[in-house]
């Protein structure tokens, strides 16, 4: 069934207010009392794009988990770059990360919370992870899980859930996630809005959407705090509960609820976008971070620009930057992996040249070909090897770089987590914030190829037209 679309006006005219000073007084109050380490398994790097000053762990190692569990922080993040795996290998991942959570909990003697950071729009790997997760900790501890919290709200992408349909903004207009391009994802599509009949398609009808939990905004707006807790308290059997969120106080009002339902017994795992992470690890509001923040090294080099994603959003910010005179565009001709001589000589064209330019100190912009490599319905298979290996290819240029770039940018998903792991080796960064509203910035640590670096992580579908144009002005060496 279609949903109409809807004006953003007409509908955040119609849902009333809350007193947004007393509810930053209690979540201050209820975080207090809630002592579990909260660990986020992120699918791909954007999921830190509302926190900062948390740590990032690109493998998920006992001795790093271990790390994560010392720290003073009461969250970090684990990168697992899952949305990139086969259905196996995200299994096998979700395995490894679920025991060595269970181990470095006991190790440490602290509870935790384990939050599955899915995409705002709906796509990955789900219900899949969250099964695995909740399968692996009941197998290995005590813990019995009673219901799963689905929540991907995400305000600074223009995720927001109403009604229990969830939407993605367009200009003015709110538009059902499943009528976007999104839901047309190859690999994860789906036809669903309403997210409890969303969880029922993903889970093929084994969760029935009528017999889901509901939260709604109703109920969150009139700080109905004892009635919410007592719908989490009636969760059981793994259930899922839907939460409406359209502001960031309704997440916190829901928090409220949610701790009091934990500490009175309750055990939840969570599928959410990355709102949920911020209020839940206590993470206090930030400015955006500025040129001067972020360029620290004062070096005379280029910067360095690598478009990934296909999104059409990402084909519009990167028309937009090709306005620019800051840089200098180099295509790599993705195509050419058809012809392993042809496409190891492409790859040497763009390395050698990519240098060139960061070396005399012009930016510049290294763009996959726009067209998708197409083999036809039947070759699937076939398809995603070569896509491996060309995300391998767009790697290996920033692995193979001999001059230090001012700073990197990597637009879209999987291709900012490869390049983070595998180009930048990075095994722990500090998030230090976000540049634009939901594009967040690591400092690379000091085992990286370029140590203390400012890496933007830029996902394919966030941000306006202009934002990526206006993020490589602003960080340029020249002034404009």
Do not use: C
Not at 314 to 338: I, R
């Amino acid at each position: 069934m279609k949903t109409n679309n809807r004006s953003v006006e007409e509908v955040f005219s119609n849902i009333p207010s809350a007193d947004t000073t007393l509810v930053h007084e209690m979540i201050e109050k209820e975080l207090q009392r809630f002592n579990h380490k909260i660990i986020v398994l992120d699918d791909d790097p954007t999921g830190v794009q509302t926190v900062h000053g948390v740590s990032v762990y690109t493998d998920w190692s006992l001795e790093n988990i271990d790390r994560g569990f010392k720290e003073e922080n009461s969250m970090f993040f684990v990168l697992t770059n899952s949305r990139g795996f086969t259905a196996a290998e995200t299994t096998k991942a979700h395995q490894e990360i679920a025991a060595n959570i269970v181990a470095a909990a006991r190790k440490n003697n602290r509870e935790f919370t384990i939050i599955s950071r899915g995409d705002s729009t709906l796509r990955g790997h789900y219900p899949l992870e969250t099964e695995v997760l909740k399968d692996t900790v009941e197998a290995q501890s005590d813990i019995r899980f009673d219901g799963e919290i689905i929540l991907p709200f995400f305000k600074e992408g223009g995720r927001f859930t109403i009604d229990n349909v969830h939407y993605v903004q367009y200009d003015t207009e709110l538009v059902p996630a499943g009528e976007t391009e999104f839901a047309k994802d190859r690999t994860f599509g789906y036809t669903k809005s309403h997210l409890g009949e969303w969880a029922e398609e993903k889970s093929n009808g084994q969760y029935k959407a009528e017999h889901m939990t509901y939260i709604s905004l109703e109920s969150l707006r009139a700080m109905n705090m004892d009635l919410i807790e007592q719908q989490l308290l009636n969760v059981e059997d793994f259930n899922k509960v839907i939460v409406n969120a359209v502001d960031y106080t309704d997440v916190q009002i829901f928090t409220i609820a949610l701790i009091r339902a934990i500490n009175k017994g309750k055990h939840f795992m969570f599928r959410s976008a990355a709102a949920l992470t911020k209020v839940m690890g206590g993470v206090s509001d930030k400015s955006l971070l500025t040129r001067e923040e972020m360029m620290s090294d004062h070096t005379n080099h280029g910067g360095l620009v690598i478009i990934g994603s296909h999104v059409k959003k990402t084909t519009e910010q990167f028309e937009e930057l090709k306005k620019s005179g800051a840089v200098e565009f180099v295509e790599f001709n993705v195509h050419l992996v058809l012809e392993p001589d042809q496409f190891e000589n492409e790859l040497n064209r763009v390395v050698e040249t990519t240098n060139q330019f960061i070396l005399q100190g012009k930016n510049v912009a290294v763009y996959t070909r726009r067209e998708r490599l197409d083999l036809g319905a039947d070759r699937k298979e076939e398809e995603l090897k070569l896509s491996v290996k060309i995300s391998d290819a767009v790697t290996s240029i920033v692995k193979r770089l001999k001059v230090r770039p001012s700073y990197i940018i990597a637009k879209g998903g999987i291709t900012s987590s490869d390049i983070g792991t595998n180009g930048l080796e990075v095994k722990r960064a500090t998030v230090a914030g976000q540049i634009r509203p939901g594009i967040p910035v690591w400092t690379t640590g000091s085992e990286s190829k370029f140590p203390g670096i400012s890496y933007v992580i830029f996902p394919g579908n966030v941000g306006t037209k202009t934002d990526l144009r206006e993020v490589v002005e602003m960080l340029s060496s020249k002034s404009f």
